[in-house]
């Protein structure tokens, strides 16, 4: 850790890393994790809450008073009224972990008076830590990076998600991707979302699109973009509230706008009704309670950043 960081970086970074250690010793017996399905085709381990459990205890032994947004454990941890609340997921591409596929990461956000921070994500496969601290520009390994240079669609990498619970709308997805690999270098679905996001931060793919994701998973990534130069916001082009809409698109700002006129159409706010309710949300990224009877929004990240997108 860098004396130069911010100290709370420092902690969660501190936290990122013994869950790795965590989850980096599970990957060399897969076959003894014990494993439990919370829906179809949605699964959690043992190593899931092991990693998330050493991320609280490292952040709230050193910010008691700090409050906590987890993917397992939801907010029955720390001071659910401090306005310094930590957005953690212990294993970013469970599905992958289980069979082995080694893409998956922790990713840690700190959001301060609801405007994310501070974000870590930690790929333990790759020993890749990727950081930002608002205002301060984003790192992969305290190397700074940026989004990448290419303008044109025609030749951008673009990563997805692919929907899998029953319910999601599977041919509407199919037209989706099908339309759009018309325009682009190639699609890729890694299968975890905040590493897709932190790759878009470092250049590594020009954009990201999935639908269905959940504040633990954006919060940090979310950061990590708009650090690096890129934009994030939904498939109307409207910067702001993709978790509360069900969208989510992030890219370099030529990108995007080149995303945006094939993704628009797809969006469930394409059309007035839709641009009326986006356009009320511009300017802010809305990050909603875990799903224990709370359904208001309780975190606004309300900055957006100076790119010259056309």
């Known amino acids: 850790m860098s004396s130069s960081l911010h100290p709370m970086l420092n902690v969660a970074i501190r936290a990122a890393r013994a869950a790795g250690a965590i989850i980096n010793r599970a990957a060399l017996d897969i076959e003894a994790v014990r494993i439990s399905q919370k829906r179809a085709n949605d699964f959690v381990t043992e190593v899931d809450h092991a990693s998330e459990d050493a991320i609280i205890e ?19 941890h720390g001071n659910s009224r401090s306005d310094h ?51 301060r520009g984003a790192f992969l390994n305290e190397r700074r990076i940026r989004v990448s240079k290419r303008t044109r669609l025609a030749e951008s990498l673009i990563a997805t998600g692919f929907p899998y ?5 599977f041919d509407g997805y199919l037209r989706l991707m099908g339309e759009l690999m018309r325009h682009t270098a190639g699609l890729r679905r890694p299968g975890a979302a905040a590493l897709d996001l932190a790759y878009v931060a470092a250049g590594y793919s020009e954009g990201f699109f999935e639908t269905g994701l959940k504040p633990w998973d954006v919060a940090a990534g ?30 370099t700002p030529r ?21 009326a309710a986006a356009g009320e949300r511009k300017g802010s990224l809305s990050l909603r309670k875990h799903e224990v009877g709370a359904t208001e929004a309780f975190l606004h990240s309300a900055s957006e ?3 010259g997108a056309e």
């Open 58 to 76: 490292t952040l709230l032994t050193a910010y008691p008073q700090h409050g906590i947004l987890a993917e397992e454990s939801g907010r029955t």
């Open 85 to 135: 609340v930590w957005i953690i997921d212990p294993l970013d591409g469970t599905t992958n972990f289980i069979h082995g596929f080694p893409v998956y990461c922790i990713s840690i956000a700190l959001a301060v008076a609801g405007r994310v921070e501070q974000a870590v994500v930690y790929d333990p496969t790759r020993n890749d830590l990727f950081t930002a601290t608002r205002g």
């Open 165 to 169: 619970r029953k319910g999601d709308d």
């Open 222 to 251: 979310s950061l990590l973009v708009t650090e690096a130069g890129g934009l994030i916001g939904n498939f109307t082009g409207e910067v702001g509230d993709t978790l509360e809409q069900g969208e989510c698109l992030a890219a």
């Open 255 to 275: 990108v995007y706008a080149q995303l945006v006129s094939v993704l628009h159409k797809h969006s469930r706010y394409q059309g007035q009704a839709g641009a």
């Open 305 to 307: 950043p100076d790119t």
